[in-house]
């Protein structure tokens, strides 16, 4: 993991096509602006983690009764 020091108005960049602009700083809080491609998808980390959590039960097993949709005999 890198960790940097940056102040208001600096930048980090992150290849050729991203840039993170360090816009304010107030006490805790750090608020940034991200310029990438649009192809280059972007979230906050909270709701990366809930997309991958609905993602993975949406994916897995569930049993589901069928004997309903059999024809009678």
């Known amino acids: ?15 050729d096509d991203v840039v993170i602009n360090i816009v304010e700083v107030q006490g805790d809080n750090v608020r940034i602006a991200i310029d990438a491609p649009r192809s280059i998808k972007i979230f906050r980390g909270e709701i990366y983690k809930a997309i991958q959590e609905e993602n993975k039960m949406a994916a897995a097993p569930t049993n589901v009764d069928l004997s309903g949709m059999l024809p009678n005999k």
Do not use: E, F, S
């Open 1 to 15: 993991m890198l960790v940097l020091t940056r102040k208001p108005k600096q930048q980090i960049m992150i290849g």
